[in-house]
Structure formats: structure tokens, C-alpha cells
């Protein structure tokens, strides 16, 4: 079978290995997409949250079929569509273990979760950046259409958080300087967008909701100018949530309005735990998500892949497709 792997530093092929056996309790699973992430390219820079090793095969976002299930194997069997969480208690899939950009790979039925039959193998493998917005929204509270939104930064996960507010009946607002990025934004659901870079971002923020700033913040940009100015951006008694990660810098912030304007802000990383509930939002609210999806490659041509992410700060998300059976 071909796979993706990274070999070392900066080192990216594509390797022919041996299809992987799998225990009683294990399934063989063919990929069908495989989204490529920020975080993929940190693990092939060298750099991760937890240590790895060379060689390993990336790939933590996907979809994919069963072609094989152990005998211990209860809920899935031959055929069906699933989707994967990617931590797995010390472990990271994709990362510390081997993930799915490759034709087959081996996981165990605790990890997985079957696609809804109206989500396209597309939207199956946008599952897991999606689950991050996602759970954004519920760490909001009660967020609903009496909510004004605004969303700081439109990558992957600020897109996914655009399109889980508005499909909560939130009026979205997306501050993204990139005018292709807010267009996708507008796409997904967003009112308006606005360009946090310009000198008069905040006027016309007040000028959108009427003097009042935005009810529920979302910082996703990592950005600290943006967290700073999350605060400033908040109406009186908004919900701040951080969810861009920034470890280290520092900038200026005016923290006496957590006091004057009685805010409340929490910050959370990845989706612990709502994995069903995220797969149920999406089948039920119908909201699609293949406007994140800019370009996609071939598993063979993965590593064109990878060096498309590296080279075209356009792209939002690449993905992997893969037709192999047995």
C-alpha cells in the first residue's frame, strides 16, 4: 500500500509498505479523506506536543471505510463509514502513533465513530477541526439567536466556530484580513466581515452592533494583538472564549474592563467528549462544511500535498482522497 510519511526533518515521501494485520479487537480501515493540518506540519518540522519518532505516517483529520474487523469488534462491521478521534489517552493518532495518509490503516473500535449516512466522506474528515469550533460554542453557555458573535481569525477552526454559531441561529461577525478567507466565512453563515487590521476596526464593530460590541467573543487567531483586543471588542457582560494558542508572547491589554464591563472568559483546547454530540449538530443542522476544503491531491501525490500547504498561504484545507480497496 502507498503512505505518506515523514522521514525526518522537514522530509516528506511517499513509501510503499506492507498492509498492517490487526488484532481481535482492531480495524482494517481504507482512508477516503484526509485532511492535512497545522499541526502536521509542525510533527514534519520536528516539532510536537508530546514526543514521536521517525518514521510516522501523519494524518489525524479523516474518513474511511471498514474493510476489516476483528472478531472482538461489536458495533462496526464491513462497509461502514467512520470517522476517528485523534487522542487516545498518551497517545496522539497521527502523531505519537501512526495515522490515516496511507490506503489502509489499523484502528481500534473505543476510537471511532460512524459517519452519518448524509455526510459525504468530505465532510467526515472536516469532523475533527470542526469538533474544535464546535465545542467552542458550548464552552460559550447558552449560545442562541439572541447572540451578536464575533469571531477574531477565520482558519480552519475560526470557520468552524463561524459555521457553529450560525447554525445555533447566532448573528456571526468574522474579523479576517484575508478577504478570501471572510468570503468563505460569509459562505458558512457569518452577516458581515470585518478587517481587524485597519485603524478603525473597533469603531466599526460599534458601529455593526450598535455601540454594544459582540455578546459571545471568539479569539481563534492565537494572535495576542486579538486577545488583547477581544476584551475591548466584548459587550457589557459578554462570554470570551480563547481558543488560538499562543505560548509565550505578551502584549498589552487593558484587563480593568474584566472588571467594568463584568466579562467572563475561559480558554479550552481540542474537543474532549463531544465527538457524538458534534456528529449529531452537523447531520441535524445540515451546515456544510466543503467550503473550508481549498484544494485536494491524491494519496500518491500527497507529498505535492504537503508542499502546497508550505508554499501557498491561500490554502485553508488540503485533502488527501484515496478509492483503495482490497
Known amino acids: 500500500m502507498k503512505a505518506l510519511q515523514f522521514v525526518g526533518d522537514n522530509r516528506a515521501t511517499i513509501n510503499e509498505l506492507t498492509i498492517p494485520d490487526i488484532a481481535d479487537d482492531e480495524l482494517l480501515l481504507a482512508?477516503?479523506?484526509?485532511?492535512?493540518?497545522?499541526?502536521?506540519?509542525?510533527?514534519?518540522?520536528?516539532?510536537?506536543?508530546?514526543?514521536?519518532?521517525?518514521?510516522?505516517?501523519?494524518?489525524?483529520?479523516?474518513?474511511?471505510?471498514?474493510?476489516?474487523?476483528?472478531?472482538?469488534?461489536?458495533?462496526?462491521?464491513?462497509?461502514?463509514?467512520?470517522?476517528?478521534?485523534?487522542?487516545?489517552?498518551?497517545?496522539?493518532?497521527?502523531?505519537?502513533?501512526?495515522?490515516?495518509?496511507?490506503?489502509?490503516?489499523?484502528?481500534?473500535?473505543?476510537?471511532?465513530?460512524?459517519?452519518?449516512?448524509?455526510?459525504?466522506?468530505?465532510?467526515?474528515?472536516?469532523?475533527?477541526?470542526?469538533?474544535?469550533?464546535?465545542?467552542?460554542?458550548?464552552?460559550?453557555?447558552?449560545?442562541?439567536?439572541?447572540?451578536?458573535?464575533?469571531?477574531?481569525?477565520?482558519?480552519?477552526?475560526?470557520?468552524?466556530?463561524?459555521?457553529?454559531?450560525?447554525?445555533?441561529?447566532?448573528?456571526?461577525?468574522?474579523?479576517?484580513?484575508?478577504?478570501?478567507?471572510?468570503?468563505?466565512?460569509?459562505?458558512?453563515?457569518?452577516?458581515?466581515?470585518?478587517?481587524?487590521?485597519?485603524?478603525a476596526f473597533l469603531e466599526e464593530l460599534a458601529a455593526v452592533t450598535g455601540g454594544a460590541g459582540a455578546s459571545v467573543v471568539f479569539e481563534a487567531s492565537g494572535r495576542p494583538e486579538a486577545m488583547a483586543v477581544a476584551l475591548e471588542a466584548a459587550a457589557f457582560r459578554a462570554r470570551l472564549v480563547y481558543v488560538g494558542i499562543d505560548v509565550g508572547s505578551s502584549v498589552p491589554a487593558k484587563l480593568g474592563l474584566f472588571q467594568s464591563k463584568e466579562l467572563q472568559a475561559r480558554g479550552i483546547i481540542g474537543s474532549p467528549g463531544v465527538w457524538p454530540r458534534t456528529?449529531?449538530?452537523?447531520?441535524r443542522s445540515r451546515v456544510d462544511l466543503t467550503p473550508l476544503v481549498t484544494s485536494t491531491y491524491p494519496l500518491a501525490k500527497a507529498d505535492d500535498a504537503v508542499a502546497a500547504v508550505l508554499s501557498d498561504k491561500s490554502q485553508i484545507k488540503v485533502h488527501l482522497t484515496s478509492s483503495a480497496t482490497l
Open 279 to 283: 456528529l449529531r449538530f452537523l447531520a
Open 31 to 199: 482512508s477516503r479523506r484526509v485532511g492535512i493540518c497545522h499541526s502536521d506540519i509542525e510533527l514534519l518540522a520536528g516539532r510536537y506536543i508530546i514526543p514521536f519518532s521517525y518514521p510516522v505516517t501523519p494524518g489525524h483529520e479523516w474518513s474511511a471505510e471498514v474493510i476489516r474487523a476483528g472478531r472482538a469488534v461489536k458495533s462496526l462491521g464491513v462497509g461502514d463509514r467512520v470517522v476517528g478521534e485523534c487522542v487516545i489517552g498518551a497517545d496522539h493518532f497521527g502523531f505519537s502513533i501512526s495515522g490515516a495518509a496511507a490506503e489502509f490503516f489499523v484502528a481500534k473500535e473505543s476510537w471511532l465513530h460512524q459517519l452519518p449516512d448524509n455526510l459525504s466522506w468530505t465532510q467526515g474528515a472536516l469532523v475533527e477541526p470542526f469538533s474544535c469550533g464546535y465545542y467552542a460554542t458550548l464552552r460559550a453557555g447558552d449560545l442562541d439567536a439572541s447572540d451578536t458573535v464575533l469571531v477574531l481569525g477565520a482558519g480552519p477552526i475560526g470557520l468552524g466556530i463561524v459555521a457553529a454559531a450560525a447554525g445555533k441561529g447566532g448573528r456571526v461577525l468574522v474579523a479576517e484580513p484575508s478577504r478570501a478567507r471572510a468570503e468563505v466565512a460569509l459562505t458558512l453563515g457569518a452577516d458581515a466581515a470585518l478587517d481587524p487590521t485597519g485603524p
